[in-house]
């Protein structure tokens, strides 16, 4: 789901609202790559599973055009932080947090 649906159905069904967001596709094709890599190091181990050319083919590009759709941006992935609407202090003292209050995803304490 995107952020926007996401954001609309907690907004209807919730008290919940965001507090923060994070986009980590690039750690994300970091991890495919290395997946990746070490995939195409155990292919012998790959083989004995039963595992045959066509599928390791299809993984190895399977892998190779996530990790290639995340560094280009084509697709995406997020960690939300998320906090109910009452909640008008800091959750986990946060570093942004200010001596008179918290900054909050409105941008007003």
């Known amino acids: 789901a995107s952020v926007g649906a996401i954001l609309e159905s ?5 008290s919940l609202a965001l507090f923060d967001l994070e986009e ?11 997946w990746r890599r070490r995939f195409m190091g155990s292919l012998d181990r ?4 039963g595992f045959d050319d066509r599928f390791i083919r299809m993984w190895e590009y ?7 759709a995340f560094l280009e941006r084509q697709i995406g992935d997020v960690q939300m932080l998320l ?5 008008v202090g800091p959750l986990l ?17």
């Open 10 to 14: 907690l907004r209807r069904a919730t």
């Open 46 to 49: 790959v083989r004995a599973l």
């Open 83 to 87: 906090t109910t609407t009452m909640n």
């Open 24 to 34: 980590i596709g690039a750690h994300y094709a970091r991890t495919l790559r290395e």
């Open 62 to 68: 399977y892998l190779a055009s996530c990790e290639a």
């Open 93 to 109: 003292d946060e570093p942004w947090a200010e001596a008179g209050g918290a900054r909050h995803a409105s941008g007003t304490r």
